[in-house]
């Protein structure tokens, strides 16, 4: 059977790519990235077309990947099998955008397709437990253990991926923004230097909705925050890429290790 | 008996002297917005010499009030009482801003004064429960119990005494950069308008060390964010002043309240 990338953007769906021959679905909208795939266009106001192509193709297994903003509406274009899902759709809308991620990956899972998370088709994108650049010091550890505290306490409440603690002291918490606000934020106002960035999914996170990721950006917004160490969650923070992760680190002096 | 105010920088010092007649213990380097009161300049190299002339003024109680930031320090000047009182002070500077100036409390104890907190010599510059400013909506009840929800988890590890929630979500969290730094931030990356600001002590804060506070800046920066209200906890927060703040909310459209 056949694989199909829904493809938001950024970098990611072209890596997923290279793990295998799929078809690329390219929403309306949606700047794609991704070259030498085969693309079935979409709105989202005729799901049942996509689905329609989908099984013509002989897609049976779906992966969400890259960023993807809420699409404008057009009411007057919905098909039929849309329309039966409205009140579905209008439903999970209102949970927010996690929310509506998972009831968009119950709808695909009642239709009968898999849905998997990106590091289910390359497990190379994410990290073992281990170093990965530099050497973390001890006085990275006890800042990864204050900024890993503060993610673990505001779980439950489904806040916060990230987190920055420098000297025993929280810099910074992720919040809606996003990790490049945070890292922004804390190189504006931060006193001294030094200090990690923790990046973890929160305890119960679909990964197959939105899994945390790091990026060579990500790598320049903390060495330019005066951040010296990166840990992410072993086996749920995508590297995007290794080759250019690692190597910004190296270059800008920043230690990367993977932890349980 | 006779009181001293302990005094930082801003506009607090002067409100407690209209509590009452008191002296001034002024320390080299802050810059004192004090008038008409008897003043007694002070290094923290020679605290023998503050308590010889606290008690020769028959001075009994004490309160600090204001922000003071971490002294120079010359070791040529200690006094013989700072000399034995070094190795208090120097475990004490290892624990962070809050554990040195609580030890500089109990210190201060130990020399007979008695410490009080700001609102125990002025009750009026917190608020009792209820409104203060505007009618806050059933959205804001909503986005404050969010709020809230993310200092209460965060109180144990001792972070946060300032959170901000819209419609639903968390747009920003206190850090150690302070409530400024974190409107700002708001400010600066907050999709949407709207929401509100909650401000309490930390669970287990000792309010005659770090009592936090909002002033008619803190309105106007939580109006420049797009926030449309401000919680703060009944008892616990100090209005600098009253009058000035909730002119502000007026004129800004923030309803303010007190919250149990």
């Given at each position: ?33 991704v070259?030498?795939?085969p693309?079935?266009p979409?709105?989202?106001?005729q ?5 329609e ?13 890259g ?6 509406f ?52 994410v ?29 439950p ?34 006193p ?58 190296e ?10």
């Amino acid at each position: 059977m056949a694989r199909a990338i829904i493809a938001g953007s950024g970098a990611l769906p072209q890596l997923l790519l290279q793990a295998g021959s799929a078809h690329v679905v390219a929403f309306q909208g949606v700047e794609l990235q991704v070259r030498d795939a085969p693309v079935i266009p979409a709105r989202f106001e005729q799901l049942g077309g996509l689905f329609e192509a989908l099984r013509a193709q002989g897609v049976d297994e779906l992966c969400l990947a890259g960023a993807m903003t809420r699409p404008q509406f057009d009411p007057s274009a919905l098909d039929e099998t849309t329309i039966a899902l409205l009140p579905r759709l209008m439903a999970a809308i209102g949970q927010g955008d996690d929310g509506l991620l998972r009831s968009v990956i119950e709808l695909l899972e009642d239709e009968g397709f898999a849905v998997r998370a990106a590091h289910e088709l390359r497990p190379d994108l994410v990290a073992e437990e281990g170093g990965l650049a530099g050497i973390p010091t001890s006085q990275h550890q006890t800042d990864a253990t204050r900024a890993r505290a503060v993610l673990d306490a505001l779980g439950p409440l489904d806040v916060g991926q990230g987190a920055v603690a420098a000297s025993g002291q929280v810099l910074g918490i992720e919040t809606l923004q996003g990790t490049d606000a945070m890292l922004d934020f804390v190189a504006q106002t931060r006193p001294g230097s030094g200090g990690v960035f923790v990046k973890r999914p929160k305890p119960g996170q679909d990964l197959r909705v939105d899994m945390p990721a790091i990026g060579a950006d990500t790598v320049r917004l903390a060495a330019k925050a005066g951040l010296s160490g990166i840990e992410i969650a072993a086996g749920s923070v995508l590297l995007l890429d290794r080759g250019t992760v690692l190597a910004e680190a190296e270059a800008k002096g920043v230690a990367i290790w993977a932890a349980p």
